[in-house]
């Protein structure tokens, strides 16, 4: 198998410096350049045809993001991995929606600088842990605040979309009452309104229609 050919980009001379001391122990992975300007880049790269980019999120004379997406768009068969020394969600998505196959901090380990540039080169995407637990964290936040959109749209009380989700999982009315501390009554009339307002007739087209609606997970 023919080396992995990495071109870095990034206006640090100890950055670069670095980054090419820790790849030079590893036989699979050749650092065949360095750029230190965003102007030279696309032709560097036209000339030395490298795998993989390893991108500066931002250089002094322009965008790495930007600089990015001109790379994706002209050279397909060249992968780009972001550097930065944040971890940023908007950096992070606008890296990702430019064509990034990678996203690592500039102190990350030698161990994942390597495996980073390994699964890039074979067409996979990989994300420092850091960046990872950020694009879930957004991803959970993002999917709350549909759930929550919808809810209101549908026009139940967060009263009445917790007693669908005890309903959802098998709780009778009796025990729904028991755990929210109301009467049964009180649930009874909750369940009457709710069946009403989201026009299904029992139960199982209730969950039915929280699920489709993103009410409540399974």
Do not use: C, W
């Amino acid at each position: 198998m023919n080396n992995i050919k990495v071109v870095l980009v990034d206006d640090h001379q100890l950055i670069r410096m670095g980054i090419t001391a820790l790849l030079k122990s590893e036989d699979s992975i050749e650092v065949i350049g360095e750029v230190n300007t965003a102007k030279e880049t696309l032709g560097y790269i036209d000339k030395k045809k490298p795998d993989v980019v390893l991108m500066d999120i931002s250089l002094d004379d322009g965008d790495g993001i930007l600089l990015t997406k001109e790379i994706v768009d002209r050279y397909k068969n060249v992968k780009v991995i972001m550097l930065s020394m944040h971890v940023k969600e908007d950096f992070i998505q606008r890296s990702i929606k430019a064509g990034a196959s990678g996203y690592l901090l500039k102190d990350s380990p030698k161990d994942e600088l390597i495996k980073a540039i390994k699964e890039v080169a074979k067409g996979d995407k990989y994300f420092a842990s850091e960046v990872s637990q950020l694009m879930v964290s957004s991803y959970v936040n993002k999917a709350g605040d549909f759930a929550e959109k919808k809810r209101k749209l549908s026009g139940l009380t967060k009263r009445e979309v917790e007693i669908i989700r005890l309903l959802s999982d098998g709780l009778s009315n009796q025990k729904i009452a028991s755990q929210l501390g109301i009467s049964h009554r009180t649930v009874d009339t909750h369940r009457t309104n709710i069946m009403q307002k989201v026009k299904v007739k029992n139960v199982a087209e209730l969950v039915k229609y929280s699920i489709v609606n993103k009410l409540i997970e399974i």
